[in-house]
């Protein structure tokens, strides 16, 4: 406890008294907490959070880490971890942490209301370890100049000759490639899945590296003409004010592959009860908040997302200047579990 020097000789009493307080009421005079383990660092999450706290009076303890940093805190802390509630991005990333047995089954009825089944985890009956609390479609981004529509209108296109040592693209293994890629193999099956993983990897300008944002500026720059993002990358861009990015996303087109099929590829940020969580009831109460109206327009905005809740709107001008599209229904459940053999893909073919 960082308690100001002067501050500590009161400090110890009040302690013994909230103690003995605490055991003669023990719900009543105990401060209720939540402790939440987020992978998400949004300006508006702060606003999300106090919103929870007025109306519940439930104070949110948060501990911020990247996805594998609280993923690796949660193993090494174990039973004795403090966490009720882990926010993490991706399904492959989810389905992770529920085969690593970091989270437990949540039977909701608001979320199973309000969450679509193909936005949750795999329910053996217990109800889900985890639900999605926002979503994000992974898109194909090309130079105007160089490339036609028509030539990047599905994913399957770009195995195609036509784009050879054209595509840009982050490491294969990434989590946003996996699960694109999982979805792929749960349409599409091994055969078709593996010989096109190995046409794009043929069709690849460079070496994959750097992150989604880098090989948008790789296309605009003209070192590749193809390249995959999620969209609030591309979003983000097309909010900036900076020159050098107005002129970048005059240049780069976006396309939101297989609309005149499967649909687009739409990966979630989600939410998860702590396995271990000594906070179950607000934990519970706290993924419900999530799905409500506010929270989802919050969740959404705080990073250029679309909300979990279907038909929910938000005015953010950059999704709508993208436009509206059709988004796959592949369980998103599915695309995480598939993501070990789409690695297994990936080193046969030699997609780094
Ligand atoms: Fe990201």
Redesign the pocket.
Known sequence: MNAPAFVKPLLKPLLIAAAFAAAAFPAAAQERVLNLYSARHYQTDEALYANFTRATGIRINRVEADDAGIMARLKAEGTASPADVILL?DAARLWRGEQDGLFQPVKSAVLDKRIPPQLRGADAGQGPQWVAVSTRARVIVYDKASIKPADVDSYDKLAAPALKGKICVRSGSHP?NLSLFGSVLERQGPVRTEAWLKGVADNLARAPKG??TDQIRSVAAGECAVALT?T??FARLLRSTAAADRDLVARVGVMFPDQAGAGTHVNISGAAVARNAKNRDAAVAFLEYLSSDEAQRMLADGNNEYPAVPGLQTDNPALIAMGRFKAETVPIAKVGANTPQVQQMLDRVGFK
């Open positions: 991005v946003y992150g989604d999620n609030y990358y």
